[in-house]
């Protein structure tokens, strides 16, 4: 791993996918319901009349929106194009560029980092290469990489259009480290590809997972064709032609003074960071949105900018579409474009890419019919993903109006019609986040962290909620349903086989439902195949052997170091958890791996993986009673608070909770605590 070599600290999950997994919040990826932003299946909607048009009317209709308190509240720093029909109609800065210093925005030289807005450059010069004759799409990339080869299980090539369109069929696709000192030795591009190489276990083009790997990897093609460094072919190809003077993919020092200063979440100041790789074909964009607004005009008319084409029309067309939906009324992903809000989209066709890193928050929308495109970046994280919601809610419903339809008309379909729909399906990024479904007369009924959702049928594996948003299904190439996509957009959920109980979990057992879900996991490989052994206690190593699997990470190669791990059959993942801040050990560089673990160290453990990994902070207080150690007390809190226990812990008569926090923790204690999260 390359976490030393960088002198930084492994962290569980990206930053990006800190931002995009932050589960209880409203976030770039899983989108909380809102009733007031169903699109329409099949909506129309005439163009005549529509979009923005007066320069005057458009700033005062930005101004509006910054003025709003809420807005104001979340505001460090906010740069905003604006344009439509060829013309930049609005270029404007919002708050601050350092918020102690009180330096304003300068739209043509302020920079932002742009995070995964890169991965629209990165597959612009693929397309490139494509167009030249010198790339194949359809061809297997490891005819194109020098000196490496991808590993592959499924018999089916891996191509660059997989790759554009995060259907890798990877293992794993986000890394660890992905920001850190920008005085550290430089992380080569190629080193990067080599020392996180995954493996192809699904087949390719198959299933969507967003996968930041996959567009390193694709910068790394793009390398090897050119023979150009990956920042000198998007300056020669893409920034020059384009007059993008401003923009970089390589941190210097000399940036630093030309970077808005980032902010976190609580409004504290970010030092300035580098990306790993050093030219992160995934992330590592600076621009300005002076620079954003040319390029933006440059995809809305064919690739093409002041006699300058980056693009023929019809490849810019190619790019500009949904290449991979789960169904076809549902939008979905295309080359370095993707839709985080279909629900504003008010019957439009919009494509975007947001990008999203620690201090810095972006994103790009475009109506390539409408000749319109929406650029915002921010320089703090407060509430950044709900002001990015907002913002393209608010420019939609004012431009672009929800048009005025009739009723949906619901399938009336019988209860033993939707079975072969039923089961547990889980998330392909995010293992820990999984849906139970269940068949209903006329519907399905959906549970997962958000509650229970009635579903309702459309059409053949297409249902919509009351808030109306989609939901579908999708076969495998043998006709079985294989996968499922509703209220988390970055990846899709795959179905989980049927498993038998344990012969020593009764059917009619509270946790029998749990310990089935461990199973149908595969967090159970390594235990008793026969028995569970449900009223036992589990013991340190098997409690982190089960959670850290949960979280869809490639595990550590690192030399282990707790000593008394080492031949523990969950080392990797202790040495993990270790790394990223999730345990600490007890002395002298032991684990005590094989004692029983107390439900408060339980609930210490995962309160800091929820914090760590996703973001996560404790959002409520309740009443414990009994006795709790004050090292956990805020562990506890945080999970009886967010309902992570099984039936186990009940409040009594005045709604205080034992959690019986002194205790060691049952096996299937353990389970439900699992089961319930995130």
Known sequence: MTFKIMNVPRT????????????FTPVLYVVKPNVASAQSVGASVSTAALGPSDPQEVAA??????????????????????????????????????????????????????????????????????EQGKLDLDLNVNGYLKGMKIANRTGSPLTARDLMTHTSGFDFTDIPEDEGDPDGPVYRLDTFVADHMPTVIRKPGEAFRYDNYG?????????????????????????????MDNSRFVYTSELAAKLATPYDASGEPIAQYTTYPYN?????????????????????NGGKLDNQAVLQEKTMQAMEQYSVSIHPDIPG???????????????????????????????????PK???????????????????????????????????????????????????????YSDLRLPAWHYEVEATNGGLLVTDAYGVHELKQLKDLLFIDDTGRLAAFKKDDKGRIAYFEYNKADSWSERLPDVKLYADVPLDSPYAKDIRYLRQQGLLEREDPLNFNPEQSITRAQFIGWLIPTFGIKLSEEPIMFKDTMNSPYAAEIQT?????????????????????????????????????????PSAEVQLKGQTD???????????????????????????????????????????MIHRYP
């Open 630 to 672: 004050a090292w956990a007390l805020d562990g506890v809190q945080h999970i009886v608070a967010s309902g992570y226990y099984g039936p186990e812990v009940t409040p009594d008569a005045d709604g205080a909770f034992d959690y019986r926090s002194k205790q060691p923790m049952l096996r299937q204690e353990a389970a439900a």
């Open 333 to 367: 992903v295309g080359y370095g474009f993707e839709s985080s809000f279909p629900s504003f989209n008010n019957g439009q066709f919009v494509i975007d890419k947001s990008g999203a890193g620690s201090g810095f928050q972006s994103q790009q929308w475009l109506l």
């Open 577 to 617: 958890a270790l790394e990223g801040g999730v345990v600490t050990g007890i002395s002298k560089g032991t684990f005590e791996p094989n004692r029983s673990i107390t439900r408060e160290e339980a609930a210490v453990i995962l309160s800091r993986l929820l914090q760590l990994g996703l973001g996560i902070m």
């Open 370 to 424: 409408q000749k319109t495109g929406l650029f915002i970046a921010l320089n703090s994280a407060k509430d950044a993903r709900k002001m990015r919601s907002l913002l393209f809610q608010s420019f939609m419903d004012h431009y672009f109006p929800k048009p005025i339809t009739s009723p949906p008309s619901y399938m009336n379909t019988l209860k033993s019609e939707l079975q072969y729909l039923e089961g547990t």
């Open 215 to 243: 567009y390193n990897l694709l910068g790394y093609l793009v390398e090897c064709v050119s023979g150009q460094k990956f920042e000198d072919y998007i300056e020669k190809h893409i920034f020059k032609p384009l007059g």
């Open 12 to 23: 569980l999950l990206t930053s990006a996918l800190i931002f995009s997994l932050g589960l």
């Open 280 to 300: 992160s074909p995934d992330g590592g964009l600076m621009s300005t949105s002076g620079d954003m607004a040319r390029f933006m005009l440059a995809e809305l």
């Open 61 to 130: 209709f930005m101004d509006s929106f910054f003025a709003r308190p809420e807005v104001k509240a979340a505001l460090a720093g906010a740069s905003v194009v604006i344009v439509n029909d060829g013309k930049v109609l609005l270029n404007k800065g919002y708050g601050y560029a350092n918020v102690e210093t009180k330096k304003p925005i300068d739209q043509s030289h302020t920079l932002f980092r742009l995070a995964s807005i890169s991965k629209t450059f990165t597959a612009m010069a693929v397309m490139q290469l494509a």
